[in-house]
């Protein structure tokens, strides 16, 4: 995998689409649409080229099961 190109490609999708950086914001009571002008990706990185494929797996399923569990707020 080539990261840099991988966050490369992600960054510039976000430049141009607007909606992956918006969001939704509260003030008085009223609610409105705030685009961000940051085109900052947050990427980790998890080296698992020693690790067997048995705990690939196990690791790989623990990560989805954390990110599908995390509560958000649109």
Do not use: C, P, W
Not at 23 to 36: K, L, V
Request: aromatic share 8%; proline share 0%.
């Amino acid at each position: 995998l080539n990261f840099d190109a991988l966050k490369h490609a992600l960054v510039a999708i976000t430049q141009r689409h607007e909606i992956l950086r918006s969001s939704f914001q509260e003030e008085n009571g009223e609610g409105y649409q705030s685009i961000s002008s940051s085109n900052q990706i947050h990427l980790e990185i998890v080296d698992m080229q020693f690790v067997s494929e048995g705990e690939k797996k196990k690791q790989t399923e623990e990560k989805i099961n954390v990110f599908a569990n995390t509560a958000f707020d649109l």
